[in-house]
């Protein structure tokens, strides 16, 4: 029954979280702090982005009630991480309010970002120990420099997705939530304590997104701006960092230690990967995109992975749920190499990702039978599915001239 107190503190910050939220939205609303709308955003009318205060806020008290339960006391017998981890959040919030409030320059907001990783890792939560045959960082400068780049990695990633209503809480939601079970059963195997920051950490971040979620779901009232995306990139990037460095390489070894079914020393590696999967091929795009250009890489753009969906033919819904979708088939295949055999996790794999890349091209497929129907078609004779398509070329064209339109003006 231990894992009933993982869900009274992720039920506190749930609940927590949405109270806040609730209440932001009513005063952001009454006295507009909310900003214009930019040509990149896809909502059509100026929504409140103080979400991540309340997220923040929810996961406070969730840390300090669970500071008070006997059970979870273990966690806190080492206080500088989670102060830590409270303090970087902490810098992020404030930073990231600035930026939803002012629209602060990126390099302002990658050195607070990089001030909050670095307090992170100063106060222990680093990469010290990598699970490859023993493998161990030696260097406690070469530690403090990956632990530094993969939290601002992470957070970034984290930030670039959010786009869509209800985009990174629902990603992160599944992606924690199948973390969270991994941590579990490293516990049940002997590898790590019941009660640790990873779990911990994980079981508070699942309840700020299921407060959050109702608020921000399409259509949503509230954003959770870059001050809750930076939020949860960071606190995922924490315990996932603080799994990585707690497996013991020499018992996950062991053929007879929780290891029957799979190679468990690459699973603290490879799972954060898995359940950052989307977000860190979508930064990467990003990153490549915008150095070919010219410009500089946190640059912003409408050319994102959910853009992308959008422009296809998806729907705001259908491109968030497709975002939700392959999450959760690379999460939990990942995850199956822990509870079966390697080769029909592979096969869970496959399918899941046949399925999913069949929904994602599904709209290019349709608008090939509407290119074929509009050359097919008399002239005089128009159908309400060509209309349409007509309707699209009209838009697509009225886009280009804008563009042009821009340029000439530049």
């Given amino acids: 029954?231990?894992?009933?107190?993982?869900?009274?503190?992720?039920?506190i910050s749930a609940v927590v979280t949405y109270g806040l939220a609730l209440?932001?939205?009513r005063l952001s609303t009454k006295y507009r702090l909310y900003p214009k709308i930019r040509e990149r955003d896809v909502h059509t009318r100026p929504t409140p982005r103080l979400g991540g205060v309340a997220m923040f806020l929810g996961m406070v008290v969730a840390f300090a009630t669970a500071s008070q339960i006997p059970q979870l006391s273990l966690v806190f017998t080492e206080p500088g991480k989670v102060l830590?981890?409270?303090?970087?959040?902490?810098?992020?919030?404030l930073i990231g309010v600035a930026d939803d409030l002012w629209d602060l320059d990126w390099l302002t907001k990658l050195a607070g970002q990089i001030i909050a990783a670095g307090l992170l890792a100063?106060?222990?939560?680093?990469?010290?120990?990598?699970?490859?045959?023993?493998q161990t960082i030696v260097s406690p400068y070469l530690s403090l420099i990956i632990t530094v780049f993969a939290i601002v990695l992470v957070?970034?990633?984290?930030n670039f997705i959010d786009g869509l209503d209800g985009l990174v809480a629902g990603v992160a939601l599944i992606a924690n939530g199948v973390?969270?079970?991994?941590?579990?059963?490293?516990?049940?195997?002997?590898?790590?304590?019941?009660?640790?920051l990873a779990s911990l950490t994980t079981a508070v971040l699942i309840g700020a997104c299921v407060g959050f979620l109702p608020l921000n779901f399409h259509p949503a009232k509230l954003f959770m701006g870059d001050?809750?995306?930076?939020?949860?990139?960071?606190?995922?990037?924490?315990?996932?960092?603080?799994?990585?460095?707690?497996v013991d390489p020499g018992i996950a070894a062991q053929p007879d230690v929780f290891s029957a079914y799979f190679v468990p020393a690459f699973i603290p590696i490879l799972l954060p990967f898995a359940v950052l999967v989307i977000p860190l091929l979508d930064f990467g795009l990003a990153i490549i995109r915008r150095l070919r250009a010219g410009k500089s890489p946190f640059t912003a753009d409408r050319k994102h992975l959910h853009h992308r969906l959008l422009d296809m033919g998806h729907s705001h819904l259908h491109a968030v749920l497709i975002f939700y979708a392959w999450t959760l088939v690379v999460s939990l295949g990942c995850l199956g190499y822990t509870v079966m055999p390697w080769y029909w996790a592979t096969l869970l794999i496959v399918l899941g990702l046949i399925v999913c890349t069949v929904v994602t091209l599904s709209p290019l497929s349709r608008r090939k039978a509407?290119?074929?129907a509009a050359q097919l078609a008399a002239p005089e004779v128009e159908t309400p599915e060509v209309a349409r398509f007509d309707g699209l070329d009209a838009a697509s064209e009225s886009d280009l001239d804008h563009t042009t339109t821009q340029k000439e003006r530049s």
Avoid at 188 to 195: C, H, K, N, P, R
């Fill in 1 to 11: 029954m231990r894992i009933v107190f993982y869900l009274l503190v992720s039920g």
């Fill in 23 to 25: 209440l932001i939205w």
């Fill in 84 to 93: 830590g981890l409270l303090g970087a959040a902490l810098i992020i919030v």
């Fill in 122 to 134: 100063w106060q222990g939560v680093q990469i010290s120990t990598l699970p490859i045959g023993g």
């Fill in 155 to 158: 957070m970034n990633a984290i």
């Fill in 179 to 196: 973390f969270f079970i991994y941590t579990y059963m490293l516990q049940a195997s002997a590898q790590t304590e019941y009660f640790n």
């Fill in 227 to 246: 001050a809750g995306a930076l939020l949860v990139g960071l606190l995922m990037a924490a315990s996932a960092i603080s799994v990585t460095g707690q």
């Fill in 370 to 372: 509407l290119e074929s």
